[in-house]
């Protein structure tokens, strides 16, 4: 019996390996990469026992590992960059290779051909630019940090390189996805120009598959399937787009590597401005002066600046060289628009139901009939001189307009003038200390900031969009010794979509104190109600939706690497907790009315058109409205644990 037992035993455990091996929706993203190779004679036969050591070039740290009877070596868990190969044995001369490359989740193969010689000679060779991709399968493309910022890119997004590589295309409209319990909120009208969010199909792939990943920790905003911070352009090493074959430590359709910077022995800094001002701008001849009548330039400008600073921490009693470094980044945007427009404002006289001066192309009066007021026949009659008395106007309507529209000029059409700000911030911090030869440790910090403020017609209307997004890493790797290292990371991601009006969340119910009927006491709801009119007259009240979409992402990540002979084996677990908070509704959450002419006009078949036509804005003033609606906050709290385990293994991969 103790023997089937045994037996069973085994049988299961040989069934979780392989299913773990074979496992392809794990959830973890990869940031470091390996250096592998093997160590031959001049004859081609492999070299046991010679020590072999790779050196950080920028940092000047170094790991070693001594070769088994395969000659075989093996670097797991290296950050990118660039590093210095050496192979050393007694009756060989030392051999170093220079310059060899290292990218996010890469296998560099550099074998080492020793020359027989004293170890006191040394043969330098430098490694060759090409290199073809053996360790692994996966079908991927790498941007270096350099090739992004030499890309002419406005924004100053990495994410609009991706863009341009083979396989993807702009996942917008219907192909954004809504997942873990969110909800569409529409259009999210004027914030579709200035605020998207680049978001991507690859491969045929749907946008909530994609992953995203800043030093193998999640940067997926988990509503929209989108990357939660940017890192700024002069903050990142290399950007890594796999989209296929790729590990079972992998998840989505595609993945997106971000590795950002990290000081070096030598201090290195940059910096940038870019400036677009009013001077500079053409004359509108659209918009007049109010002084002189002249065509002038509406204000406007757009800066855009930054810079960045690495190098080793010294203070005093302390020297970080060899050990500590540190690395900073920030940019900032700053535009002001000036939207010009010809539109039509409510005429002075309208508001007081003066209609006397409302005529048609050919001078002829346009008359405005009373629906209260009927003749035998049931037809309306127009009102006494075209005029509604001021006991017929409602009062909503009449609060309406002195708690929210500005008087305009006479006439009412008139060239509207509306200045909108945007701001953006985006800080990058990271410190990585080597605690001893086999412990290293490092922290990173990012904050972005997105505030846009677009004015609107009406008071108490604006658009508020308000867009922080944080992500925090601390990452320690333990090598116990040549063949086996363990990484522990540990992160936080936090994105949030605020888009609220400057009247919404606020103390005041602007619905209720003019006097609208069943409107809501949530809060939220609290916005100018939408107004809207059938002709060309200028709608009053919000137009975009309110909306706060907050996600919250803590992540355990802990895999350990061991390598024997020409074999490695990856040990892991990924753990997260989703908590995320959804607020939506669009723009007539404080009410939506429209108004349509229908009962101002004549309802006498006989009587032709113009005449017939009514007014659209004296439907308005009588309260008689053609269609309402209002819409009830959505709120929701989706939150989730995810754990995945993964064992991918690379059997003979460096022969």
């Not at 045929?204 to 920790?217: H, I, K, M, P």
């Not at 677009?454 to 925090?472: H, I, Q």
């Not at 919404?504 to 009927?517: I, K, L, T």
Request: hydrophobic share 35%.
């Amino acid at each position: 019996m103790k023997g089937l037992g045994r037996t069973i035993f085994q049988a299961i455990l040989v069934t979780i390996c392989v299913c773990l091996l074979l496992t392809t929706s794990g959830l973890a993203q990869r940031s470091t990469g390996t250096v592998a190779g093997t160590v031959l004679d001049p004859t081609g036969a492999v070299v046991s026992g010679a020590k072999v050591t790779v050196t950080n070039m920028g940092t000047n740290v170094a790991r070693t590992f001594v070769t088994d009877n395969s000659g075989a070596f093996m670097f797991p868990s290296m950050d990118p960059g660039r590093y210095r190969l050496t192979a050393e044995k007694t009756g060989f001369k030392e051999t170093g290779v220079n310059g060899v490359e290292l990218s996010v989740d890469q296998t560099r193969r550099v074998d080492l051909k020793l020359a027989i010689g004293k170890t006191t000679e040394t043969v330098e060779v430098n490694a060759s630019a090409l290199h073809v991709e053996t360790g692994t399968a996966d079908v991927s493309s790498t941007i270096s940090g350099q090739d992004i910022r030499s890309l002419p890119i406005l924004s100053r997004n990495y994410m609009e390189a991706i863009g341009w590589r083979a396989g993807v295309t702009p996942g917008y409209g219907s192909s954004t996805d809504w997942v873990q319990g969110w909800v569409s909120p529409g259009s999210h009208g004027a914030w579709s120009s200035t605020s998207s969010v680049t978001n991507y199909n690859v491969g045929g792939g749907r946008v909530s598959q994609n992953t995203y990943a800043v030093d193998g920790l999640t940067n997926t905003n988990t509503a929209y399937g989108s990357s939660g911070v940017t890192p700024s352009m002069d903050a990142i090493e290399e950007v890594k787009i796999e989209t296929s074959y790729y590990s079972s430590e992998s998840k989505g359709t595609s993945m997106v590597n971000v590795t950002t910077k990290s000081g070096t022995n030598s201090y290195h800094g940059s910096g940038f401005e870019s400036y677009r001002g009013a001077p500079l701008q053409p004359t509108d001849p659209r918009t007049a002066d109010p002084v002189t009548g002249l065509p002038y330039k509406p204000p406007y400008s757009y800066n855009q600046y930054g810079g960045s600073f690495g190098g080793p921490i010294r203070v005093p009693g302390f020297n970080g060289r060899d050990r500590t470094f540190f690395f900073v980044s920030y940019e900032g945007m700053r535009f002001r628009d000036t939207s010009v427009s010809p539109v039509n404002q409510i005429d002075p006289a309208w508001r007081t139901g003066d209609f006397s001066n409302y005529k048609d192309a050919k001078g002829n009066l346009i008359l405005i009939y009373d629906p209260a007021n009927l003749d035998p026949l049931g037809n309306r009659i127009p009102f006494p001189g075209n005029k509604i008395p001021g006991d017929r106007i409602a009062s909503q309507s009449s609060n309406y307009l002195q708690m929210f529209v500005p008087t305009a000029a006479a006439g009412g059409s008139q060239v509207l003038a509306l200045t909108n700000r945007y701001n953006i911030g985006n800080l990058t911090l990271r410190v990585d200390h080597n605690i001893s030869d086999h412990d290293k440790l490092y922290g990173r910090f990012n904050l972005q900031t997105t505030d846009n403020h677009e004015a609107s017609y009406t008071k108490y209307s604006d658009g508020l969009l308000n867009m922080p997004a944080k992500n925090v890493a601390i990452v320690h790797t333990h090598i116990f010794g040549p063949r086996l290292v363990n990484e522990l990371r540990l992160g936080y991601a936090r994105t949030l979509l605020g888009m609220q009006l400057d009247s919404s969340g606020g103390s005041h119910n602007y619905g209720e104190e003019a006097g609208f009927a069943n409107v809501s006491s949530d809060p939220m709801a609290w916005a100018v109600p939408r107004i809207s009119f059938r002709a060309n007259l200028i709608s009053l009240g919000p137009s975009l939706s309110v909306e706060s979409d907050l996600t919250n992402t803590y992540q355990l990540y802990d895999v350990a690497s061991w390598v024997r002979g020409r074999h490695s084996w990856k040990f892991g677990v990924d753990v997260r907790r989703d908590r995320d908070r959804v607020s939506k509704a669009n723009s007539s959450v404080s009410g939506a009315l429209r108004f349509w002419n229908g009962y101002t006009g004549s309802n006498n078949p006989l009587v032709p058109s113009p005449p017939q036509a009514g007014n659209y804005f004296g439907d308005f003033l009588l309260g008689l409205a053609s269609y309402a609606r209002i819409a009830v906050p959505y709120r929701n709290y989706p939150s989730s644990w995810q754990t995945a385990f993964f064992c991918p293994a690379r059997l003979g991969s460096q022969s």
